[in-house]
């Protein structure tokens, strides 16, 4: 028993049991009671040494680190900040004994020697790994500080080794953030021209000396951030997928020409700048400096300095500002005037958000700088009766009572048309000196009431309902609405403490994961019921809608579900929307909601599980008649939604071979193709063709042959119960199929006399599993000499064979085992028919297989492991297992398992199973005999 290691395998009560004995109960809390998928996805929103932390203290979450497809690396998360530290977890996370796909990696280092083996390591990691995204935040020494200039120097010249040592790394990289670097301007270019993949560049502390021209151009840069770098002039040549640019306190003096110039950015629809140099004179005419860009959110930080833009006529800036819907002012000075600002309004007619930000330097002691001269804004007044149609909110922060704001706040609410909410806002406290916000500040409610009524009358929305006027004067916050507000802290008396428990208490998008694997009705209840998961309903991007989910199977509550949770109002994209309905007339309504929302949502993966009035039951041959031809009135009524299809299940439809043809062309996208009790009649043949679909199932459909004649895509084909007796041509037939690696096939019809040769038979395929299920019945394929089948089998790696009546000889299963040579995992299910009392008929004369043996010293090289399922002690087990175990020189594990009870009778399994452990230790040592080490299992 030395070199015999027995094992229990799939015995589920039993390790029940065993692991309640070993461990205490309740040692799992709620949370590590979820699913593997929600832990691994919690479990990668924790730093990588906390992650490892917990994967080591328990045993739940132990197999789990491994699965990480995030791996995040940051000096920042290690004692001491070691660099060394990153260097190692680097090393150990991209080990070569692990191959899993990465989705994203970011590591973040200091630029120092050691540093190099990051690059090299990750650099043979892009070699063998699929590494989605790759992150380089790379520092210098002093990150937190900053450095002189020849400290960047070396940086600089540091950084350029690293280039040179990793290009595959580089070739790789989505996203760069380099800081207090000095690099020469051809340096960054022929950095950018290696990442080819590069979409996020950050520059933070990087310098280029004074005079110089910075000129940027990438094809996939998405986003761009420069901060504090040294640099005269930054020339944005080339960047068409460029949508975001940051630009924050890098602004130098220059007399003529403007710091930014905009060259091809055609994408670009978001733009931050701030300038904290005071002393400057120049300002910048918007029209000028904008031109070439159509942006949507514009962020301007003033750094409570100079108001350094120019107020120009509203028809010099509209064809720039046409598209602009969010628009942000930081940070002005308190003593700067306000109504300059309107004349953005005036320019931007979509604008829909308006954000402002005045700080307060009369409380804070860390400026005494004196700013009242460069405050001065001229600007000439608009027309007065202007109107602004599209403006729904404005929020002001650093709000106070005096005449300026109340003035500007009048000014901007009688041009508003369609203003809805108005959040005036105390000023944040100073971060250098952390002094309180100011006193002028309305606190009480009186106060707030006085100065409501100062700005703007009561006024009362006509379409609202009493109800919702209730509603609405219920929430919190300090809205300037027609209600009378709540106090915010009044609403903390009205939930008790503790009300949520700690699921609740997790972040947004692990609740949303985790809502999105509950059926919609569940979800909907859930939303209902909490207040913490209300909101989160709208952001489920997985909409399952199944007839089997209502009550009594109701198609009425499919239809409701599928136009509510499809409604104009919901913009959110959808990853997957998949509906199951009954093929009846009121479900038109569903394919035309499905049609609408194709234009408007971007819907990813689309699936239709259409199904009979009486799907559990089956139906007679006129009412296949009449769901064909309303399937066919659902395809005309839904052609774009047809387009998007991409999953399509049909059940109880009499079709014929042209409509057939017509969906799958109309079905532009469809990868998967499930026809279940379909009709066809006979004789008919089924030609299929699709160049997208990669997934084909066929279960019970009447039809004479199918032929497989252009599916370049097909991966998988599944046909179950569907042969039909045929004298001179098999019901399969394969024509282009390359990518065919799966093939499953049964048969329950055990009176056909055809027996298929494989060699034949699977023809112009090369599979790596075949499945074959004989239904108890007669074994169907003819055993043959393995030159002959070994062409398309020469890279079969799994092979199942199910249902082998309990009377059949198995030594005919070694043919399958030579024309294999790449085989690593046979399984093998016998029925014993002898104890099962739903089944009275003789299939000996149907068990007869004529096998000529092969070779007595055949041996195989890659068979890892066999399973046999319904395993009895005879004589003709023992010889079928002799036989491969001797011919498998690299076998690794037999695993031997009881019978399963009968589907239909639910008869006990036989009791030619061993069940003794003295049983099945005999039975391990006679296996050793053949081959030794061996591992041996059994199991249920």
């Known amino acids: 028993m030395d070199t015999m290691e ?58 789990l680190f491994g699965f990480r497809s995030s791996i995040q690396i940051h000096i920042v998360d290690y004692a001491a900040q070691s660099n060394a530290s990153v260097v190692e977890a680097t090393k150990s996370m991209l080990a070569d004994t692990i191959q899993s796909p990465i989705s994203i990696l970011s590591v973040k280092f200091l630029v120092l020697e050691e540093s190099i083996d990051i690059i090299r390591c990750v650099d043979n990691a892009m070699a063998n790994r699929q590494i989605s995204a790759l992150q380089f935040l790379m520092h210098g020494e002093n990150f937190d500080v900053g450095c002189d200039e020849d400290g960047m120097v070396a940086y600089g010249r540091r950084f350029m080794r690293f280039f040179d040592a990793g290009p595959r790394a580089f070739a790789g990289l989505t996203c760069l ?48 951030k420069i901060i504090n770098c040294i640099v005269e002039r930054v020339e944005l040549t080339y960047l068409p997928s460029l949508t975001r640019l940051f630009c924050e306190q890098s602004w130098i003096s220059l007399p003529d020409l403007n710091p930014l110039s905009f060259g091809y950015v055609p994408q670009l629809s978001e733009l931050i700048l701030s300038n904290q140099d005071t002393e400057i004179n120049k300002t910048f005419q918007l029209s000028e400096f904008l031109s070439n860009t159509m942006l949507g959110v514009l962020d301007l930080d003033f750094e409570c300095g100079r108001i350094w833009i120019k107020p120009e006529a509203s028809n010099l800036i509209r064809p720039l500002f046409e598209n602009l819907k969010i628009l942000c002012l930081r940070r002005i000075h308190e003593e700067c005037d306000l109504d300059w600002i309107m004349f953005l309004m005036e320019a931007a007619p979509v604008l829909q958000r308006m954000y402002m930000q005045v700080s307060d330097y009369t409380v804070c002691k860390c400026d005494k700088s004196g700013h009242t001269d460069q405050c001065q804004v001229h600007h000439q007044e608009g027309p007065a009766d202007w109107k602004h149609y599209n403006l729904v909110d404005i929020s002001i922060r650093g709000y106070q009572v005096n005449e300026k704001f109340t003035r500007f706040i009048k000014l901007v609410v009688e041009a508003a048309v369609n203003l809805q909410l108005l959040l005036l806002l105390d000023n944040v406290p100073c971060k250098r000196c952390q002094l309180c916000p100011s006193k002028g500040f309305p606190r009480t409610v009186p106060e707030y009431e006085m100065r409501r009524s100062t700005i703007t009358p009561r006024r009362r929305r006509p379409w609202e309902s009493k109800h919702r006027r209730r509603k609405r004067r219920n929430r919190g916050g300090r809205r300037m609405t027609d209600s009378a507000p709540i106090p915010l802290e009044s609403t903390q008396d009205l939930e008790p403490a503790d009300q949520e428990d700690r699921l609740s208490n997790l972040p947004d998008d692990i609740l949303t994961f ?10 909907g209840r859930t939303s209902v019921l909490s207040r913490r998961w209300m909101h989160l309903f709208r952001f489920r991007s ?19 579900a599928t136009k509510s949770m ?3 109002t919901v913009q959110i994209p959808i990853s997957i929307l998949s509906v199951k309905f009954l093929v009846v007339e009121e479900s038109i309504g569903i394919i035309r909601c499905v049609d609408n929302a194709v234009p408007n949502r ?38 774009r939604a047809f387009a998007c299809l991409t999953y399509l299940h049909m059940h109880c439809l009499k079709l014929g071979t042209n409509n057939l043809t017509h969906v799958l062309n109309a079905c532009t996208k469809l990868e998967h193709l499930c026809l279940d009790y379909c009709n066809w009649g006979i004789p008919s043949e089924l030609q299929i063709q699709h160049p997208k679909l990669t997934g084909l199932t066929i279960v019970n459909c009447i039809v004479g042959r199918v032929e497989l004649t252009y599916l370049p895509s097909l991966t998988s084909l599944v046909c179950h119960q569907t042969w039909i007796s045929l004298q001179d041509l098999y019901p399969v037939s394969f024509g282009h199929v390359p990518q065919l690696s799966e093939l499953i096939l049964s048969n329950q019809d055990t009176e056909i006399n055809k027996t298929f040769q494989l060699s034949e038979f699977l023809s112009n395929t090369m599979l790596r599993v075949l499945d074959l299920d004989f239904e108890c019945g007669k074994i169907w394929i003819q055993p043959e000499a393995s030159k002959l089948v070994c062409p398309w089998l020469q890279n079969l790696q799994i092979l199942c064979l199910r249902r082998i009546h309990e009377e059949c000889d198995l030594d005919w299963i070694i043919f399958l085992l030579e024309a294999a040579p790449l085989l690593k995992r046979i399984y093998m299910q016998v029925s014993d028919y002898t104890v099962c009392q739903c089944d009275k008929n003789d299939h000996k004369d149907l068990c007869q297989v004529h096998y000529q043996k092969g070779p007595a010293d055949l041996k195989h090289y890659n068979l890892m492991g066999i399973s046999i399922r319904g395993y009895q002690v005879n004589e003709k087990f023992t010889r079928c297992i002799k036989l491969l175990v ?47 080490p061996l591992k041996i299992g059994f199991g249920i």
């Open 886 to 932: 001797e011919a498998a020189v690299n076998l690794q594990r037999v695993l031997l398992l009881d019978n399963v009870r009968c589907e239909r009778c639910r008869f006990c399994p036989s009791k030619g199973f061993p069940r003794t452990l003295e049983e099945r230790e005999l039975i391990g040592k006679q296996i050793l005999q053949w081959r030794s």
């Open 542 to 560: 997985k909409i399952q809608i199944h007839i089997s989910d209502y009550a009594a199977q109701s198609n009425a509550s499919v239809v409701e």
């Open 566 to 568: 499809l409604a104009d």
């Open 514 to 523: 985790i809502l999105e694997r509950l059926k919609v009705h569940e979800a």
């Open 6 to 63: 027995l094992f229990c395998h799939e015995a589920t009560e039993i390790e029940a049991a065993v692991t309640k004995d070993l461990e205490p109960e309740d040692q799992e809390d709620r949370l590590s009671n979820l699913p593997d998928d929600i832990l691994t996805f919690i479990l990668e929103r924790l730093k990588l040494h906390e992650a490892a932390r917990t994967s080591v203290l328990s045993r739940r979450w132990r197999h």
């Open 602 to 639: 971007q819907i990813s993966a689309l699936q239709f599980l259409m199904h009979a009035e009486n799907f559990g039951v089956g139906c007679d041959e006129d009412d296949m008649v009449a769901y064909g031809r309303r399937f066919m009135r659902f395809l005309d009524a839904g052609p």
């Open 177 to 224: 953030y380099i800081n207090c670097l000095k690099l020469g301007t051809d340096d960054l270019t022929h950095v950018l021209n290696a990442c080819t993949k590069l979409e996020r560049l950050s520059l933070d502390f990087c310098n280029w000396g004074i005079p110089s021209e910075l000129q940027i151009r990438h094809p996939k840069l998405t986003r761009l």
